[in-house]
């Protein structure tokens, strides 16, 4: 069996496939390092909260430094994700169309392989998040709670979005965290607001599997909402929006950071509008779209952290 037939049906053409050892493909597709779409998204709430805080301390000697930590750290701790979900859900993507060509259910990878695997990402992990102060490595530690519970939800509730956005919203809290070495009602409002914010964009993404997800009993809020979408996107929209703007008035933030909050906002409004339920193509071209609608807000937060460290 050639390397060609061996790629996830979801993702080709990609450096992995065109440059990676072909020993490491199957492992760099069970963590998904042929999709960075998964790590910004993880990584963006992260990024979102060093700056807010470096914001409210007026002080940027410690932002370079949290930027760079929560990038690789994001990176790996999403590709150790995506590793325990395939391994626990490695007999439903044998189900689905877009899945079962993963590394687990055809066979490039064994679950013995991936579970070493996934302890060597949370190794990686571990030594990035010892980085920070005390307060911030048990923080960082109490997200694993969520993270193994995640990939079972879709089998008991159409909300599994939820749990999904209680992962990965959970750097929202990490840079105050690393900051102050605790978590004040601004940190708390933003992690709310990015909640909100990853049950939007996971809708999307989760119609593309709605037909396959009802032929084998997986629950999301895409078959939950289905021709209602368009509404409870845009609510989950203003709800992000109105929370990320709380924790903004709660961090004395300037103009700037409002400035990053309306251009995300209209990011967002942009997608419900483009949004077609039915072309799963066009879902995933959305999805990855909140990539940029999450740097936007960034940039605004990043300026705002700079005029105010002047000031």
Same mark, same amino acid.
């Given at each position: 069996?050639?390397?060609?037939?061996?790629?996830?049906? /979801?993702?080709?053409?990609?450096?992995?496939?065109?440059?990676?050892?072909?020993?490491?493909?199957?492992?760099?597709?069970?963590?998904?390092? /042929?999709?960075?779409?998964?790590?910004?998204? @993880?990584?963006?709430? *992260?990024?979102?909260?060093?700056?807010?805080? !470096?914001?409210?301390?007026?002080?940027?000697?410690?932002?370079?430094?949290?930027?760079?930590?929560?990038?690789?750290?994001?990176?790996?701790?999403?590709?150790?994700?995506?590793?325990?979900?395939?391994?626990?859900?490695?007999?439903?993507?044998?189900?689905?169309?877009?899945?079962?060509?993963?590394?687990?259910?055809?066979?490039?990878?064994?679950?013995?392989?991936?579970?070493?695997?996934?302890?060597?990402?949370?190794?990686?992990?571990? !030594?990035?998040?010892?980085?920070?102060?005390?307060?911030?490595?048990? $923080?960082? @530690?109490?997200?694993?709670?969520?993270?193994?519970?995640?990939?079972?939800?879709?089998?008991? $509730?159409?909300?599994?979005?939820?749990?999904?956005?209680?992962?990965?919203?959970?750097? %929202?809290?990490?840079?105050?965290? !690393?900051?102050?070495?605790?978590?004040?009602?601004?940190?708390?409002?933003?992690?709310?607001?990015?909640?909100?914010?990853?049950?939007?964009?996971?809708?999307?993404? &989760?119609?593309?599997?709605?037909?396959?997800?009802?032929?084998?009993?997986?629950?999301?809020? !895409?078959?939950?909402?289905?021709?209602?979408?368009?509404?409870?996107?845009?609510?989950?929209?203003?709800?992000?929006?109105?929370?990320?703007?709380?924790? @903004?008035?709660?961090?004395? %933030?300037?103009?700037?950071?409002?400035?990053?909050?309306?251009?995300?906002?209209?990011?967002?409004?942009?997608?419900?509008? &483009?949004?077609?339920?039915?072309?799963?193509?066009? *879902?995933?071209?959305?999805?990855?779209?909140?990539?940029? &609608?999450?740097?936007?807000?960034?940039?605004? @937060?990043?300026?705002?952290?700079?005029?105010?460290?002047?000031?």
């Amino acid at each position: 069996m050639n390397d060609a037939t061996l790629r996830v049906a /979801d993702s080709t053409g990609n450096w992995v496939d065109s440059h990676a050892p072909e020993w490491m493909r199957p492992y760099l597709r069970l963590s998904r390092f /042929d999709r960075p779409i998964g790590w910004w998204l @993880l990584l963006i709430p *992260c990024w979102w909260s060093a700056a807010l805080a !470096a914001g409210m301390a007026g002080d940027l000697r410690h932002l370079p430094a949290h930027l760079a930590l929560f990038l690789i750290g994001a990176v790996v701790m999403r590709g150790a994700g995506c590793t325990w979900n395939d391994i626990t859900d490695r007999h439903l993507d044998g189900s689905v169309e877009r899945t079962r060509s993963r590394p687990i259910p055809s066979g490039q990878v064994s679950i013995a392989q991936a579970a070493a695997f996934l302890v060597l990402q949370a190794l990686i992990g571990l !030594a990035v998040l010892v980085q920070f102060n005390g307060f911030t490595v048990g $923080t960082g @530690l109490a997200s694993l709670a969520v993270v193994v519970v995640y990939p079972f939800m879709k089998r008991i $509730t159409y909300w599994p979005q939820v749990v999904l956005g209680l992962a990965f919203s959970w750097g %929202a809290l990490m840079g105050f965290a !690393a900051e102050f070495g605790r978590l004040d009602a601004a940190a708390f409002v933003l992690y709310a607001g990015a909640i909100a914010w990853v049950i939007f964009y996971d809708t999307i993404y &989760a119609h593309q599997d709605r037909e396959d997800d009802v032929l084998i009993g997986i629950k999301s809020t !895409a078959r939950l909402f289905g021709a209602r979408t368009h509404a409870a996107l845009m609510l989950f929209g203003v709800l992000a929006v109105a929370l990320i703007g709380m924790a @903004l008035a709660f961090a004395g %933030a300037g103009w700037p950071a409002y400035t990053g909050l309306a251009g995300f906002a209209a990011h967002l409004v942009w997608q419900v509008r &483009a949004l077609d339920i039915d072309d799963p193509a066009k *879902c995933l071209r959305l999805f990855k779209a909140n990539r940029d &609608a999450g740097l936007i807000l960034f940039a605004g @937060l990043l300026a705002d952290a700079g005029l105010r460290a002047l000031s």
